[in-house]
């Protein structure tokens, strides 16, 4: 096998006056895979870092299960060809230079044998990886921002240290004709069409809990869809904007593919992994809708707390990623210093845990994504069996949708959220989904009304205000 050259790189970094990420995105919204990774409300360490991935020097793309490259030799090649120097400021953002990407759903058939996906339009790529030279990082806390700009994929280090220069001024100009924000345009309207009825859904819930009552799984992860036409006066960033409004959360995030885009406002992290090999994941199992009266908020997230059915739910997904991690993981690194604890959101109240260990020396974060993909709290306690399951349910392939969205360092830090809350876009088509955890206990109806709790900011978001 040829070896590969490695590149030795360490970027550029010019600090500039500081930017809202979103009105510092928008000169760059329109161009052909830029990322606004964003940041969210209320702020949290989860959302301390907002990142505009901009022109990127190569991007590939997968649109056939198992008969093209596999995404996670991709990202292991891509990682193989820089050798990364960290620069010793630690004030600056970890993420500086390197891949940003989404993996769908369906690729776990990579990882596992699983049913083939039924017919979907519009369809998506399966995954999508594009390498960045160019990374501006936004720091709420501190209220900063940077330029990176490494030259890649230049090998020569003058030449590289040329278009460096070069690829910073040319953002620094383009950032120059951002305008202040404004509030976005609500007047286009478009009508949804749920793929499945409610009864379907319902019934759906009865077979999970047939299976679970069989001994097959201990919990699913029941989803479905809705469809709508994109408005013709309505761009997929003015989208995102609305839907933003609605529901700024922590994981928020614009994803141009070219011929798709991703409107993600995520609240849950799949996986971080940092310089030093600490690995945190933070599944979300557990909801209740907040309420505008005080009084009623607070009793809607006591009763969340003291739900013994959404605590076992939520406790069911840690074991499972406390396994998926101890594949990889340092031996006794595994804990769990937060278990069920309530976050609040804009229209949900949530549970949320925090798994967290070391990983094994010699192993990346390919590694760790191979381990872990797709994320329990998206699929169900067993995995497979839950997959399985979930394949025969649901109205369509999820695509994007409980995939993972991602940027992974040269230096082989990694952060990833689950792909829940997000619009998906092509062909002048828009898919919303979301779903809920079945256990034993399951009442279909409050299912139903628990997913259109999740499912309302995605429909209202094409809706006039």
Request: proline share 8%; glycine share 4%.
């Amino acid at each position: 096998m040829t070896a590969i050259a490695r590149r030795v790189v360490q970027p550029l970094v010019r600090e500039i006056a500081w930017c809202d990420p979103q009105q510092a995105f928008a000169p760059f919204a329109q161009d052909p895979h830029a990322v606004l990774l964003d940041l969210g409300e209320p702020a949290t360490p989860e959302s301390r870092y907002a990142y505009l991935c901009l022109s990127p020097y190569a991007t590939q793309r997968g649109d056939r299960l198992v008969t093209e490259a596999d995404p996670f030799q991709a990202l292991a090649t891509s990682l193989a060809t820089v050798d990364w120097q960290t620069n010793s400021d630690s004030d600056l953002p970890p993420f500086q230079s390197g891949i940003c990407g989404f993996l769908s759903y369906e690729c776990g058939a990579w990882l596992e044998r699983l049913p083939t996906p039924k017919p979907v339009e519009p369809r998506l790529p399966l995954w999508s990886l594009s390498l960045y030279d160019l990374v501006v990082a936004c720091d709420r806390q501190q209220r900063r921002t940077w330029i990176f700009s490494s030259g890649l994929p230049l090998q020569d280090p003058r030449d590289r240290q040329q278009r460096a220069e070069q690829r910073l001024q040319w953002v620094c100009d383009r950032l120059q004709s951002a305008l202040p924000s404004q509030s976005p345009d609500w007047q286009p309207q478009a009508d949804w069409q749920a793929l499945q009825t409610e009864a379907d859904f319902c019934q759906a819930v009865d077979q999970v809990k047939c299976h679970i009552r069989a001994g097959d799984i201990f919990q699913a992860n029941l989803t479905t869809a809705f469809r709508a036409s994109q408005p013709k006066d309505l761009s997929p960033w003015q989208l995102y904007r609305r839907l933003y409004q609605l529901s700024p959360e922590p994981f928020s995030a614009y994803f141009a593919g070219g011929d798709f885009q991703l409107l993600s406002v995520s609240p849950e992290r799949f996986l971080r992994l940092d310089r030093d090999g600490w690995v945190e994941t933070r599944p979300i199992k557990g909801t209740r809708p907040r309420s505008a009266d005080p009084a009623h908020d607070r009793q809607l997230a006591t009763e969340l707390q003291a739900s013994e059915k959404d605590r076992a739910e939520n406790v069911m997904i840690v074991d499972l990623l406390r396994n998926d991690l101890g594949r990889v993981r340092r031996p006794r690194s595994i804990q769990v210093p937060q278990l069920c604890q309530l976050e609040s959101y804009e229209h949900v109240h949530h549970l949320t845990s925090q798994v967290i260990g070391q990983l094994r020396s010699g192993l990346t974060a390919v590694d760790l994504l191979r381990a872990t993909f797709p994320g329990g709290s998206i699929t169900g306690a067993p995995k497979i069996r839950s997959m399985e399951i979930i394949h025969e349910l649901e109205p369509i392939p999820r695509q994007a949708y409980c995939g993972s969205l991602f940027w992974l360092g040269f230096d082989g830090s990694l952060d990833a959220s689950i792909l829940i809350r997000t619009l998906q876009i092509s062909q002048g088509q828009v898919l919303a989904q979301a779903g809920c955890g079945i256990v034993a206990d399951s009442d279909p109806l409050d299912e139903c009304a628990e997913m259109q709790v999740k499912v309302q900011p995605l429909l209202r978001s094409l809706q006039p205000s």
